[in-house]
């Protein structure tokens, strides 16, 4: 009895309804991740055209499969919406790491893993030489951070499905509620036109400062993503540009802001960013941060203002090389893992808590000793930018702060059991599960398979923010359990069979 009570969590339907959707997003892969191609044959590459061609066929091939096949299974739910946001990020890293793989002939979980920090804007790379790679490489994984940056399920959805309770679940499943239209697809279509805007103009600038249209069409993908992962060897730094660096940081603030502001941005005529309670956060972090690491170390005032901007937009970009950065004062470095762990704006392209869940808590943690002081019988109630705050946003607030610092204790845990030093390890991890990627140096392409591993997982679901695929995992162990105790049950009548049997 409890199994079939169990088993009605996840039913064959619910699998059925979730390849229908997926299949939307397998094709819409297969189809962007040709366009790397177009980049070899602008350079006269010599590229192994089947190593793009062929994965991105099969992409192509089963989405297009699961969309008529299962044509039938369109009632989505939040659950199925969270499975398909989930499977989605992953199958995009494993296909972009099977392209990789095949082009250069490297190993497939060292792909997997720079795919997945593209994607997920977490921007470490495994390569010591970036720019030995051909072009089509350079490109696919800044498209992978531009892509990654305003979410894959949200630009293929916003593309391919039409508007109704489907897309609106399927943006909820990436952690998404901000509205900038009251439809779900025009809110998508609107994003992605701001954020088309922004990449346009960041690459108008870039090649008016002097830069390669190739260079500025790439640091700009990797800018307004806030993902981070260069062409370059020294990052941003090659460039040794003022001006290449005011506008990243630029760059980098717009990514983090929520396209919400920037939508009402024109409205108001720039008042709406201004009064945004999260913008403001985020500008006083960066202005008491630079004061504070501009204050601690001998440094040029625009390397340490940079590298607070990118903390805190868990872009990950540097100017200061990863060993130089391991050097610099430890209570700099503690300063650069809090805003790490603290990241941008709801509704933006940055990874990490998130500033207004950061603030929620904050408030939450107020209410609840206000109340404990309180005379008895009183009513206290909290406000955010004059907003009230009710007990359920409090609470899912502080789960997720919970169980993302119980995931970042666990890759830590495995980071030092291999033998790694305590507080570099810990700037690592933190690094890596906010999607951020600046490094102490200690990520490499030698690193054990099993952290490896552990990173890829810190990334995926730092990028979902957990619960999806915690969803996934649930649903996976119902189906798996149950069938397990099914083959234990017919071992058991087979036994009892045969003693009957022996018996007789």
């Known amino acids: ?8 969590y996840i039913t064959k339907a619910d699998l059925l309804v979730v390849c229908h959707y997926l299949g939307y997003i397998m094709q819409g892969l297969g189809v962007v991740l040709l366009l790397p191609i177009i980049v070899a044959l602008i350079y006269g590459e010599y590229i192994n055209t089947a190593a793009f061609i062929i994965p991105c066929a099969i992409s192509l091939g089963i989405g297009t499969f699961f969309v008529k096949r299962f044509q039938n299974y369109t009632k989505l739910r939040l659950k199925h919406g969270m499975v398909i946001s989930s499977f989605a990020w992953l199958w995009a890293s494993l296909l972009g790491a099977t392209i990789m793989a095949l082009s250069l002939d490297i190993h497939f979980v060292d792909a997997l893993f720079e795919n997945m ?68 697809t025009n809110t998508l279509r609107k994003a992605l036109e701001i954020y088309l805007i922004f990449t346009v103009i960041g690459i108008i600038l870039f090649v008016l400062v ?9 640091l700009t993908f990797t800018s307004i993503s806030t993902g981070g ?37 024109v409205k108001t005529k720039g008042k709406a960013m201004l009064k945004d309670i999260q913008f403001q956060m985020l500008i006083f972090l960066i ?68 500033l207004i869940r950061v603030m929620t808590v904050l408030k939450g943690l ?15 109630s909290t406000r955010i930018s004059g907003k009230k705050i009710n007990e359920r946003e409090i609470k899912e607030a502080s789960a997720y702060v919970c169980l993302f610092l119980m995931f970042l204790a666990f890759g830590w845990f495995v980071m030092t059991l291999y033998g790694f030093d305590p507080f570099t390890a810990l700037f690592d991890v933190i690094s890596v599960t906010s999607n951020n990627g600046l490094s102490t140096g200690i990520v ?34 119902e189906i798996i359990v149950p069938k397990r105790k099914i083959r234990q049950m017919r071992k058991r009548r087979e036994m009892n069979k045969k003693e009957k049997e022996l018996l007789g």
């Open 210 to 218: 002097g830069l390669p249209i190739f260079d500025a069409v790439n």
């Open 366 to 380: 107020n209410l609840t000793i206000t109340n404990l002081i309180s005379p008895e019988g009183r009513v206290v």
């Open 117 to 184: 920090s593209a994607w997920t804007g977490s921007g470490m790379t495994f390569f010591v030489n970036v720019e030995i790679l051909p072009r089509s490489i350079l490109f696919l994984r800044s498209l992978e951070q531009w892509i990654g940056g305003l979410g894959i399920v949200i630009i293929f959805i916003g593309i391919l499905i039409r508007s109704g309770t489907a897309a609106s679940r399927l943006y909820k499943s990436e952690a998404r509620e901000e509205k900038i239209k009251p439809n779900i």
């Open 444 to 477: 490499y392409g030698g690193l054990p398979l099993v952290v490896k591993l552990t990173l890829i997982f810190l990334m995926w679901i730092g990028r979902l923010e957990i619960i999806p695929v915690l969803v996934v995992m649930r649903a996976g162990l």
């Open 1 to 8: 009895m409890n199994i079939c009570m169990k088993r009605k």
């Open 287 to 354: 202005v008491i941060a630079s004061i504070i690491i501009l204050t601690t170390n001998n440094i040029v005032p625009i390397e340490g203002i940079f590298t607070v901007v990118s903390a805190v937009t868990t872009t990950g970009a540097n100017i200061v090389p990863p060993q130089e950065l391991a050097v610099w004062n430890g209570s700099s470095l503690v300063v650069l893992m809090i805003l790490m762990i603290i990241g941008g704006s709801t509704g933006s392209t940055v990874g990490g808590l998130k």
């Open 229 to 265: 992962m260069s062409i370059k060897n020294a990052n941003i730094g090659f460039y040794q540009n003022n001006l290449v660096y005011i506008i990243s940081i630029a760059l980098m603030i717009l990514g983090a802001t929520s396209f919400t502001i920037h939508y009402a941005v």
